[in-house]
């Protein structure tokens, strides 16, 4: 149960100490004007007395409760002018007497109506897998970091496109993705190596997480390793996996990199068409890069798994030359320069 996940419990710990410290800091945000502005106190204190009042009196006639409310709304906004006066004539934020949570759309709880907020969906995915690769590859690869230079003019068979023209299209795709996703195919970015599809993944993650989307990024072949020796028995923490892999299966947003390295076979194959056939029921959105060429990733993997792929996902032909050499080149060529 997820519930009992030992990343859980710390998590939910730690709202608890968000909200304590929230709630603190509030109150000696108030302790502090009550100190400098007695009259606000004061106006407090009368807001709360006439509250209770109020309550009393319709607790004891009942048929005059509207009267008693109208009474009781009239002496409230009367004492809120004054109170909002003096609070604005002394340059004191109107809100200094509210917790100001770190997640203000679940208050620090973790759950809005009854469901996870986005901030406790990520968390749990932080804990229960390690993306901390992810971290450091979206700090530097972002869509405004993302150089069209390394493309050149070269024409691309079948394509009718320049190298340019062919990435500044799957550039124009991805970003629509991050703008509506509910409604975006899913992404196969295919292509040899060097050709930036890690980099436009990681863009697109960052976007996405921006938004309060739940991300996994994951590489093909830790995954698929994992998912071995879960069904091997060789964990020494299996609950934890399948915590994790329940994450898999619901995230938002689902990054398996560098497809096609990883262990292949019945069981790989059965793994891999099940998730993607389950979040494509789910409608949850995925994002698969590979070296392989379509025909491929035909031969490697079974029809069932392909026909999901290639009517389900845009598949997105990256091409030119190896950016990692041309970035050497570069900086070859200013060292000599």
Known sequence: MLTENKAYIKIMAEYSQKRSFAESERDKRIEKVYKMLPEVKKIDKQIKQLGLENMGKILADRKNSEKYNREFNDKLQRLVFERDRIINENDIEPDFDIPHYFCEQCCDTGYIDGKKCACLK?????????????????????????????????????????????????????????????????????????????????????????????????????????????????????????????????????????????????????????????????????????????????????????????????????SGKDIRTQKLMREKGHKNA
């Open 122 to 318: 990520q968390q749990l995915i932080d804990y229960a897998y390690d993306i901390s690769n992810m971290r450091s590859l979206i700090e530097e690869q972002t869509f405004d970091k993302f150089d069209l230079t390394y493309y050149g003019d070269t024409k691309l068979k079948g394509l009718n496109m320049t190298e340019r023209e062919n990435i500044e299209d799957i550039v124009n795709i991805s970003l629509e993705f991050c703008k509506n996703p509910e409604n975006s195919k899913n992404l196969l970015f295919y292509g040899t190596p060097g050709l930036g599809k890690t980099f436009l993944s990681s863009s697109i993650a960052k976007e996405m997480l921006d938004k309060g989307y739940t991300v996994i990024y994951s590489g093909a072949s830790r995954l698929f390793a994992s998912y071995d020796d879960y069904r091997f028995g060789r964990m020494s923490e299996p609950e934890d996996f399948e915590d994790m892999l329940k994450l898999v299966y619901d995230a938002d947003l689902l990054i398996i990199d560098d497809l096609g390295v990883e262990m292949h076979g019945p069981s790989a194959f059965q793994f891999f068409f099940d998730l993607v056939n389950e979040r494509i029921l789910k409608n949850k959105r995925m994002i698969i890069s590979t070296n392989l060429t379509l025909e491929e990733i035909s031969k490697v993997y079974t029809a069932r798994i392909t026909s999901r792929l290639f009517e389900n996902f845009h598949c997105l032909r990256f």
